[in-house]
């Protein structure tokens, strides 16, 4: 049987470091756990999202956030069964939370209230001269 060598990164696929996928190929993994509401669903979705974008969805990040949404999740069931939620839960909540530390991103929720709105961005009408 001949002798192969073995196949350098680049020739693997690894391809070039200097070459970055558009955000827009890029995915986010899935939850670690499933969930059973939308809300839970839609909070992962755009917890993800901020972190994807900032670049900081590592594997703790995500680890972090899938426990944030599972816990998420089981407070949404509760509630939705008409039971009283524990202070457990918000106790749990809050520390999954804090370790996504997501004030690091410094980026903004909503726009300020005195920020300049376009008369046009309601109708989809680019302004053209």
Not at 54 to 81: N, V
Not at 85 to 94: C, P, S, W
Not at 109 to 129: D, E
Request: glycine share 6%.
């Amino acid at each position: 049987m001949p002798v192969t060598k073995r196949k350098s990164l680049a020739q693997v696929g690894a391809g070039d470091p200097k070459v970055v996928a558009h955000p827009g190929y890029r995915e986010i993994p899935a939850c670690l756990f499933p969930l059973t509401s939308d809300e839970a669903k839609a909070e992962y979705d755009r917890l993800a999202r901020v972190l994807f974008d900032a670049g900081r969805m590592t594997l703790g990040k995500h680890s972090a956030l899938s426990a944030y949404a599972m816990q998420f999740d089981t407070m949404q069931t509760i509630a939705r069964s008409g039971k009283v939620v524990k202070g457990l839960h918000f106790e749990q909540l809050a520390r999954a939370l804090k370790t996504l530390d997501l004030d690091a991103n410094d980026s903004p929720i909503a726009a300020p209230s005195t920020a300049a709105v376009n008369r046009y961005a309601r109708f989809g009408v680019p302004r053209r001269r």
